[in-house]
């Protein structure tokens, strides 16, 4: 909606439903917020929009107005519209919190007259609040009650996944990781996303989860072993070869590594296209065990017969 005021104007002339989510996140208002764009807000707001309206994590457009610096405009907009800065998020925080957290003394000023103060802040004043939000006390409570909120939306993610609701599963992956922390990374949520997403059928999506939890947990072999189910959907077997051996590396015990080693080399008839691969699994000076790297001795032989993989049938 950035800079398409003239777009907004015809659509609610004709009919267009301001209140309309997409993808089930962002209604129109918050589209208009993340657009930079005041004008097509306010017409929004005289065209209908809902002022409380946040989207599917229940922020409302207040509180994603007081997240970033330099908002005053927005924010100005919704008070007058009557959006309640009274309304907390998540986590319980306030709008005027969110202004401090990120240092906007003057949207904390602006926000001061119209917010009631909450029953657990003491030294109720602009300075106060600014004082408030940057103790130790209170950033430790918000890491616990961040970690408490994560672990709710992966179980609610794990729940979607076990019906068969991906497109639920992701959003919920999705909201989950706003609340990682720097110190606690749950790079299985990426895990946890890739597959999803490979359930779908978007390799393109399975792949990107699957290198994100590598780059953060990279000795962790199930990251290699979702990177090598994307690349096998992909039809970029040699590059499943890879990933699969890296995970069995990490992980030679688990038998759905082998089983996936196997697999591949079974329906590509051990047709790897890829010269580095050779040498890789040539080069192993480490004495193989467990049932990946069986696999791996096993099928050695492929390795050297480099010739056209086959792609897989339709439905395999």
């Given at each position: 909606m950035r800079g398409c005021p003239q777009v907004i104007r015809v659509?609610?002339?004709?009919?267009?439903?301001?209140?309309?989510?997409?993808?089930?996140?962002?209604?129109?208002?918050?589209?208009?917020?993340?657009g930079g764009s005041v004008e097509c807000m306010k017409l929004l707001i005289e065209g209908g929009a809902n002022v409380h309206a946040g989207g599917?994590?229940?922020a409302t457009p207040l509180l994603l107005a007081c997240s970033r610096r330099g908002?005053?405009?927005?924010v100005k907009c919704l008070?007058?519209?009557?959006?309640?800065?009274?309304?907390?998020?998540?986590?319980?925080?306030?709008?005027?919190?969110i202004a401090a957290v990120q240092g906007g003394k003057k949207l904390v000023q602006l926000l001061f007259p119209v917010t009631r103060c909450p029953p657990n802040m003491s030294g109720w004043s602009v300075a106060g609040i600014m004082s408030y939000v940057n103790s130790a006390a209170y950033k430790e409570r918000v890491r616990k009650d961040s970690c408490k909120r994560k672990a709710e939306l992966k179980l609610e993610g794990n729940k979607a996944y076990e019906i068969k609701d991906y497109d639920t599963a992701i959003l919920m992956y999705n909201m989950a990781l706003k609340?990682?922390?720097?110190?606690?990374i749950d790079a299985s949520i990426y895990a946890n996303k890739s597959l999803c997403w490979l359930r779908l059928g978007v390799g393109d999506e399975a792949l990107s989860d699957?290198?994100?939890?590598?780059?953060?947990w990279p000795d962790w072999g199930?990251?290699?072993?979702r990177q090598g189910e994307a690349f096998r959907f992909l039809q970029d077997?040699?590059?499943?070869?890879?990933?699969?051996?890296?995970?069995?590396?990490?992980?030679?015990?688990?038998?759905?590594?082998?089983?996936a080693l196997r697999d591949l080399l079974e329906r590509t008839k051990g047709a790897l296209v890829s010269r580095r691969l050779e040498e890789g699994v040539q080069g192993r000076s480490q004495v193989l065990s467990g049932p990946c790297d069986q696999t791996v001795r096993e099928q050695g032989s492929f390795v050297q017969a480099l010739g056209r993989a086959q792609p897989l049938s339709s439905g395999q």
């Open positions: 659509l609610l002339r004709h009919g267009a439903d301001p209140n309309k989510f997409a993808s089930r996140v962002f209604t129109p208002l918050v589209s208009s917020l993340l599917f994590s229940g908002n005053i405009g927005f008070l007058k519209a009557g959006a309640d800065p009274n309304i907390p998020d998540e986590l319980g925080r306030l709008p005027i919190e609340f990682d922390d720097p110190n606690d699957a290198q994100a939890c590598i780059r953060l199930k990251g290699y072993y077997y040699a590059s499943a070869y890879a990933a699969f051996v890296k995970a069995s590396e990490l992980d030679p015990q688990n038998p759905k590594i082998a089983n």
